[in-house]
């Protein structure tokens, strides 16, 4: 039974490694939408977060403006001067426009176009990853990771549910990703300048990438180019907040608490935020996603075989979490899982990678560990997105239960 069971496991590695690229990822992402579509959240009551971005994206492809005081209320709708309008950045907003223009229903909000802009994101930005990955790798190992990274993290059970910034983002780091590894810097920048419309903080990692690939090539340009590239994105946001709040702002309609938590969070508050980011029972992308465990070991040997473009994205993206963790609180709000660290575990994919193939591939036990955790990862994100149902409370926050 053993032998029968790795003879079928080398063909299908043998199989997928004569595909092309652009095959093989187009196959991770037709079974991972599989997954996706069933589990997502297509009616019903969504997340405020989610409804925040998904009402004006209804509204600006039904009626060509984003105001909403004339929709249901929203903890995240503030008043802008002459209309009320929603805090959400432009970016995540204009995902789910196009969805929203070709299945019109002027008549009526629904929620189900917003979720396909979700799945949609959420399964491109795996395709992108995977190609990605197999410029480190061959396509079989790179086809795995993918799936763990899709199965195995909160992209499945939040990213693909409903309209959260994170599949988006998701999707234009992998992109960013892409084109370094691909050696064009100015459209990593441009990329990340995508993400900086979904999530303003992706700045930090575009700041990030791009330093530290003009450290490791000795040269100014990839620091200029992603921060030419990155800053079209930066100016759009600008100029959408100055179109709708009348100032230049790049917080746009959120609190101004979160910039403050900048400079006002104490070291231990940090401290424990970063804590609870990690290995908090509730939402701890340690314990949610435990096959990262597993490989954490053998970021030394990867960071040894690792290339600068690598090295690049796995600093940056460091750098966009801990900043992120001094204005955001760890839990997202939510009860039980992750999402503030979905862009940077993409970002963070290639050196993932090479830790498992420079370190855990040689030592069988550690295989073995690993395909343990990969199933338990896969048991939570499952249980998530498939069991646990949140309605929105009185005071916005979410009440959820499993079953």
Known sequence: MGNNHWMRLTTLTGWLDRLSPVRSALLVMG???????????????????????????????????????????????????????????????????????LFRNPGT???????????????????VLHLVLSRLTTLSRAFFGTLVVGLGTATWAVSADQLWAHGPNEMFVALAALALASDRAFWSGVALGGGILVRPPVAFLAAGVGTVKSWFDRSLKPMLLVGAGSSIGLAALLLYNRVLYSRWTVIGGYPSTF????????????????????????????????????L???????????????????????????????????????????????????????????????????????????????????????????????????????????F
């Open 109 to 127: 909000f629904t929620v189900w176009q917003s979720t396909l802009a979700a799945v949609l994101a959420s399964v491109l930005a795996m395709g």
């Open 259 to 294: 910039a403050d938590r900048l400079t006002d969070l104490s070291l231990g508050s940090y401290l424990q935020n970063i804590l609870t980011a990690l290995v908090d029972p509730n939402n701890g992308f340690l314990i949610w996603s435990p096959f990262l465990l597993v």
């Open 31 to 101: 079974l991972l939408a599989v997954v996706y579509v069933p589990t997502a959240t297509w009616h019903g009551e969504i997340n405020v977060d989610a409804s925040a971005a998904a009402a004006p994206a209804w509204q600006l492809a039904a009626h060509g403006n984003v105001y909403v005081e004339d929709l249901p209320s929203n903890p995240w709708y503030v008043d802008a001067g002459a209309h009320f309008v929603s805090n959400r950045p432009p970016g995540i907003i204009l995902w789910a426009v196009p969805w929203y223009a």
């Open 296 to 402: 954490v070991p053998g970021l030394v040997s990867g960071w040894k075989a690792a290339p600068a473009w690598v090295k690049s994205l796995a600093i940056g993206a460091v750098v966009y979490l801990l900043i992120h963790l001094r204005l955001n609180r760890a839990s997202g709000g939510m009860p039980f899982d992750y999402r503030y660290p979905l862009a940077p575990l993409v970002a963070l994919a290639p050196l993932l990678l090479l830790a498992y193939t420079t370190w855990v591939e040689p030592r069988p036990f550690m295989k073995r560990l690993l395909i343990v955790a990969i199933l338990v990862s896969f048991l939570a994100q499952g249980l998530v997105a498939t069991a646990l149902h949140c309605v929105p409370g009185a005071a916005g926050e979410a009440i959820c239960s499993f």
